[in-house]
């Protein structure tokens, strides 16, 4: 198992979420607390892969760098948010040409919902509509346990694996996996609990051996 199971697993989950009948408070809620719980792991920025999503999820609000409200006082680093190359979890980014979105909103700030910039974005009246609602985050279990029934079931057995093994591993660096009862334990793992221990057990022999 790796990283980059659990970044395929959030990536997915928000498609899906995005392509939802869920109301959109919903929707905005549940990426929100995704991508909090993936802060958890050591992964890669997720939001740029997804933008077109959090865009349609009215998750992520795009603003023209002159536009920002503090843009006057912070003119260098609006010119160079280009050039950063990691960004986390409440950053400003820049949505630029390659990511999938339309072309119209190339070389525009991307502000996420529940940061520090969305704030100051509600602050000067640039919010509206569900983007202007505060986020109420979920816990990492009933996350998982709202997500896990929307995943795609016809999926290549190679995907499938990396898509149950990356939820596997979320759960257990957030701790889900320790609240969960015996059938939301089976629910999140596909085996029950002594089935999951006798598994991880001949797991951490074969590594021990090699």
Not at 10 to 21: D, L
Not at 58 to 67: F, Q, S
Request: aromatic share 8%; proline share 5%; net charge negative.
């Amino acid at each position: 198992m790796s990283m980059h199971q659990v970044e395929f697993f959030v990536e997915v989950s928000i498609v899906q979420i995005a392509e939802s009948n869920l109301p959109v408070a919903q929707k905005r809620n549940l990426v929100f607390s995704l991508l909090e719980m993936q802060s958890f792991c050591d992964c890669g920025f997720t939001n740029l892969r997804v933008l077109d999503c959090l865009v349609e999820c009215e998750y992520t609000a795009m603003v023209t760098p002159t536009d920002m409200p503090d843009y006057e006082e912070n003119k260098e680093f609006y010119a160079t948010l280009a050039d950063v190359e990691e960004f986390e979890q409440g950053d400003v980014y820049l949505c630029e040409p390659g990511d999938d979105v339309p072309e119209e909103l190339v070389g525009k700030v991307c502000v996420d919902s529940g940061s520090f910039a969305w704030e100051m974005l509600g602050e000067a009246g640039m919010l509206h509509g569900a983007m202007a609602e505060p986020i109420e985050p979920l816990g990492a279990l009933e996350t998982l346990l709202t997500v896990i029934p929307m995943l795609p079931v016809e999926l290549e057995p190679e995907l499938e694996e990396s898509l149950g093994e990356g939820r596997v591993l979320l759960a257990i660096f957030t701790g889900a996996l320790d609240e969960a009862n015996d059938e939301q334990f089976k629910q999140i793992t596909g085996m029950t609990r002594q089935e999951f221990d006798a598994l991880a057990e001949e797991e951490l022999e074969k590594e021990m051996t090699e």
